[in-house]
């Protein structure tokens, strides 16, 4: 995969991130983020190896672009708010891929990234929607689809 390809799903991926998790929660969302990045082992059971909180996307880019390659897939979700700053969490798969048709995501426009809610209480009904405690936000009230 070319570098500015996937630079540039990378940017999109974030904001698509951020959209989303805006469009569930109450609280303000910012577009400024920085990213609490995971390595998830696929062969030792999805055990997840933490890598360290980045400001820099650029850095992010350089642990997942490596030589034309790019992980299979790419999670991300807003974990929480701090600081005014949206903290994303960024989980990736440790199998790399340089030809795109071995990407997961394709469907979501931004291959490998994967754009998940954020993180919110399993039910919400059982969850207070006043206050957010560890990475889970007041839920906006959205009607169900039946």
Same mark, same amino acid.
Not at 10 to 38: G, M, N, W
Not at 58 to 78: F, H, T
Not at 80 to 102: A, G, W
């Given at each position: ?5 996937? %630079? ?13 998790? #805006?469009?569930?929660? %109450? ?10 990045? +995971? ?8 055990? +997840? ?16 672009? #490596?030589?034309?390659?790019? *992980?299979?897939?790419?999670?991300? $979700? ?7 700053? +949206? ?5 990736? &798969? $440790? ?5 795109? &048709? ?15 809610? *954020?993180?919110? *209480?399993? &039910? ?13 936000? &007041?839920?906006?009230?959205? *009607?169900?689809?039946?």
């Amino acid at each position: 995969m070319d570098k500015t390809v996937f %630079k540039d799903r990378f940017r999109r991926a974030i904001k698509k991130t951020i959209e989303l998790a #805006q469009k569930y929660v %109450k609280e303000k969302i910012p577009k400024d983020f920085i990213i609490d990045l +995971s390595r998830i082992d696929s062969k030792d059971t999805h055990k +997840s190896k933490y890598e360290g909180r980045y400001e820099d996307l650029e850095k992010v880019i350089e642990k997942l672009y #490596q030589d034309g390659s790019v *992980p299979r897939w790419v999670d991300l $979700n807003v974990k929480t708010v701090e600081n005014d700053l +949206s903290i994303i969490r960024c989980e990736y &798969s $440790n199998i790399f891929f340089n030809d795109e &048709s071995n990407l997961l995501h394709e469907d979501e426009g931004v291959p490998p990234f994967h754009i998940l809610s *954020p993180h919110i *209480p399993p &039910s919400h009904f059982d969850f207070d929607k006043n206050k957010v405690k560890e990475g889970k936000f &007041s839920i906006k009230d959205i *009607p169900k689809e039946d």
